[in-house]
């Protein structure tokens, strides 16, 4: 135990004397719906601002909630339709809409699903391609892990969902795109923004998951993205804050697949 | 420099560094998981197969089976080849060629789970769904990978002590006209039997702690499985997977998973600690 | 009927290096795969220049720095505390309820899951001590982890020194430690140093432990309390968002090339080492 305690008064001495440098930091944490998005901001606003330094961290929007409010991360990063009682103390600013596309291997030769079908396909009742005019293959239902802010955003848009047990579950957007890719008779759902040929995009009631779309106000399933600071962001975190919801910035997001913030 | 008996002190606090960062960490995860348990009922929470957060529901008994299957599959496969592989080296195969295939394996448990998990999603996986049927990402293709990834933790151990025993044993046999297989399977093995125990019991430790590898390829489904091809999900899984976006009642319920794991560790090191000393007393 | 034992032999033989040859190829497969779809993608460019987009195009210079910073820290810290606990258990102690106790937090610190070291690091050296998602909180985590390994192997390194050798030096009027320094451990050195091997090999591939505490910075550390990401993250990011495909069997070639290097220069030197003595 005494080393222990040598240990800790070592660590201690070292956080007291090794801080002390001359830039600015900021630190982002949460949403892996946003990250990328945040990440590219960061390198325009660190190029333009060259003695402060913003580090974008993944984690998910509970990271996100948690390290705003222990201070880990200055911003927090969430991408939930309600945000859940412990972000009640922080400040929040919506920076962005994204849409939830449904997708299925490009192989499979589905183009549109019904919200009921869709539904069905969740909850296990629907469990062969067959039954909504695909091949004689299984489904396999491929879904985010409870407490994702994209699982729980289409669950509520979609309504009545109770997950089929043999779902396979992973944990981000990208992951899930991957499996789709790889396993032809699956179907998963993920961030608009992150779309691309290696998995086919569905209709939904007949209508496409595009961005003209989503402004339209057609497509059903969005949800906002949401940036939270303990108090009222000040400083930096502003300055970085306010950059993002300028034009340009949300010209920029919009161009790689995500909706401006009004 | 030192004085003897102050090298002595020294040295005896040190030594409890191993076991007072098990407290610590055991402390941290208790705090964080214990008065969920007993908010909850430890009997519903180990016992329920409902897991669904969202509505308050957390049963883990689908999670526990997962695991347990899952270790069992990787031992199924880990720990004959790696035995086998360990005697065939050290009894078997000219020295020199052993001290070269021995650090090679060696490396091997360097390669990260990542890689090994990567490959079964890419190679493993599709060759299991077309083969077999199922998604492919089951509970066969995690007993495979764990399998594989605690070979070099099995043989570089069970190696080192097999070749630990005293040379004296083996002449001794070999002199009473015993063919080197008897010998080994009658007295090496058995001289050498703590190690190799000593192996498997890390390899289990590396089967049930091993997270990312795992989480890769398992699938995990939320299901107790009802054939090896199902999907499902270890408690390690189940931990890594859904902590990054827990709050409230649901992060507590991922710490009380993690304080069901401690648990299952420490009773397993138990077992294992009794039958080594065991072994050491009637020897 | 009586099979003959020299026929057993045969058989056991046959069974036995049929298992060890599949296992070899098992492995050497993994390396083969990886490499073959990763060297391609090595040049010094790709390892000395700042990613871009994360990671999707680029190198992996920032990664580079922190996945040797990360193991180098926490075998910093974990080396001296597994080798003293070794040494003490096996030298200045007698079998008792309190090295059994030892023994046994040893083994039960080896079976935590790395799941359960990143949690604890989290809770503990991010949040509680204040240090952020840093390479100090990665390592000290890390160091954790690895403890057991160290202590266990270098513990069957000094065990498995001759009792001869402790007795002569004793004879000689030589005190405990002295022993310990000039005659246990020098001959127990080349396991210790696969202990210490493992250890950093562990540290170079753990991925659960080092997102949790170090974060997944692409930026090039300035201090210890910076976030940074090691290759196996980089990797298991790249591969698993399916972000580049070509970087990501980069990453894994220049991280397997990493460990080859980290082990054959251990060896070597342990080989020297006995050369010498000898």
């Given amino acids: ?75 927090g990063m969430a991408d939930l339709v309600k945000l859940p009682d412990e972000a009640k103390e922080l400040t929040s600013t919506i920076v962005a809409q994204d849409g939830i596309a449904v997708i299925v291997n490009p192989k499979n030769k589905i183009e549109n699903l019904s919200t009921e079908q869709l539904r069905d396909v969740f909850n296990g009742k629907i469990n062969n391609w067959k039954e909504i005019g695909g091949g004689d293959e299984p489904i396999t239902v491929v879904s985010r892990e409870a407490g994702s802010g994209t699982r729980s955003s289409f669950e509520k848009i979609v309504t009545g969902i109770k997950l089929v047990d043999k779902a396979v579950i992973q944990n981000s957007n990208g992951t899930i795109r991957e499996t789709v890719a790889n396993d032809e008779n699956s179907i998963g759902y993920i961030s608009h923004g992150i779309l691309n040929e290696k998995v086919k995009g569905l209709k939904i009631d007949n209508v496409e998951c595009t961005t ?25 975190v502003k300055k970085f804050i306010d950059y993002i919801l300028t034009d340009e910035i949300q010209l920029m997001i919009k161009k790689d697949g995500l909706l401006p913030a009004k | 420099m030192f004085s003897e008996k102050g090298v002595e002190r020294l040295l005896s606090v040190i030594a409890f560094s191993a076991i007072s960062a098990l407290a610590l960490i055991a402390l941290f995860i208790f705090i964080e998981g214990i008065p969920f348990l007993l908010k909850y009922g430890i009997k519903d929470f180990l016992l329920s197969s409902d897991w669904r957060p969202e509505s308050g529901k957390f049963g883990i008994y689908p999670m526990i089976s997962a695991s347990f299957w899952v270790m069992l599959g990787a031992m199924l496969v880990g720990a004959p080849f790696g035995i086998a592989g360990a005697i065939f080296l050290a009894e078997f195969t000219p020295k020199t060629v052993m001290h070269i295939i021995k650090p090679a394996i060696e490396l091997l448990a360097a390669v990260p789970s990542v890689i090994y998990g990567f490959i079964g999603v890419v190679v493993l996986a599709p060759i299991i769904r077309e083969v077999f049927g199922g998604p492919g990402l089951s509970l066969l293709a995690g ?9 070099p933790t099995v043989i570089s151990i069970s190696i080192d002590s097999i070749l630990a025993v005293p040379a004296s044993f083996r002449e001794g046999s070999l002199a009473l006209g015993a063919t080197i297989w008897q010998t080994v399977h009658m007295l090496t093995i058995k001289a050498a039997k703590s190690g190799i125990i000593a192996s498997i019991i890390l390899g289990m430790g590396r089967a049930i702690g091993e997270t990312m590898a795992v989480i890769m390829v398992t699938g995990n489904a939320v299901m107790i499985p009802n054939s090896a091809l199902d999907s499902v999900r270890t408690l390690t899984a189940n931990i890594a997977l859904e902590m990054s976006y827990a709050t409230g009642m649901h992060r507590e319920a991922l710490f009380a998973t993690g304080v069901v794991l401690f648990i299952v560790i420490i009773f397993l090191n138990a077992i294992a600690s009794v039958v080594i000393r065991k072994k050491v007393i009637t020897k | 009927m009586r099979v003959s034992p020299k026929y057993t032999q045969i058989g056991a033989v046959t069974i036995l290096g049929a298992a060890t040859a599949f296992t070899v190829a098992i492995l050497i497969f993994i390396i083969i795969f990886v490499l073959e779809k990763g060297l391609p993608v090595l040049s010094f460019n790709f390892l000395f220049t700042n990613p871009s987009d994360m990671g999707r195009s680029g190198g992996i210079l920032p990664i580079l720095i922190g996945t040797v910073l990360l193991p180098v820290l926490a075998i910093i810290v974990a080396a001296p505390l597994g080798i003293c606990t070794s040494v003490y258990l096996v030298e200045f102690t007698l079998e008792s309820r309190v090295t059994r106790l030892i023994r046994f937090g040893t083994d039960c610190l080896a079976g935590v899951p790395s799941i359960i070291f990143g949690l604890f690091g989290f809770i503990f050296f991010v949040t509680i001590l204040g240090m952020g998602w840093s390479i100090m909180s990665g390592g000290l985590s890390l160091a954790l982890m690895i403890l057991p390994t160290i202590i266990r192997t270098s513990e069957e390194a000094i065990r498995a020194v001759p009792k001869a050798y402790r007795e002569v030096s004793f004879s000689l009027g030589a005190s405990r430690w002295q022993t310990v320094r000039k ?70 070639a220049s991280l397997i090339i990493a460990v080859l290097i980290v082990n054959l220069t251990a060896y070597w030197m342990m080989h020297r080492f006995i050369a010498k003595r000898n």
């Fill in chain 1, 1 to 75: 135990m005494k080393k222990h305690l040598i240990l800790f008064c070592f660590i201690t001495a070292v956080i007291f004397f090794g801080c002390g440098k001359g830039k600015v930091s900021v630190t982002l944490a949460g949403s892996t719906a946003f990250q990328p998005f945040a990440e590219k901001i960061a390198d325009e606003y660190m190029k333009a601002n060259p003695n402060i330094t913003i580090t974008v961290q993944g984690g998910g929007s509970a990271v996100g909630i948690q390290s705003a409010n222990s201070g880990a991360a200055q911003i």
């Fill in chain 3, 183 to 252: 005659v246990v451990l020098p001959n127990a050195l080349p396991g210790v140093v696969t202990g210490v091997v493992l250890g950093i090999g562990r540290s170079i591939e753990e991925t659960a432990v080092v997102i949790f505490t170090a974060g997944s910075s692409l930026l090039i550390p300035t201090s210890l309390f910076d976030s940074t990401r090691t290759m196996a993250v980089h990797f298991y990011i790249l591969a698993r968002e399916g972000l580049s495909m070509e970087n990501a069997y980069g990453t894994a």
């Fill in chain 1, 212 to 236: 003209e779309s989503i402004i339209a106000n057609n497509y059903k399933l969005v949800r906002p993205i949401f940036l939270l600071t303990k108090g009222t962001p000040a400083g930096e």
């Fill in chain 2, 143 to 151: 007993a495979i990978i764990l399998g594989i990834m605690i070979l």
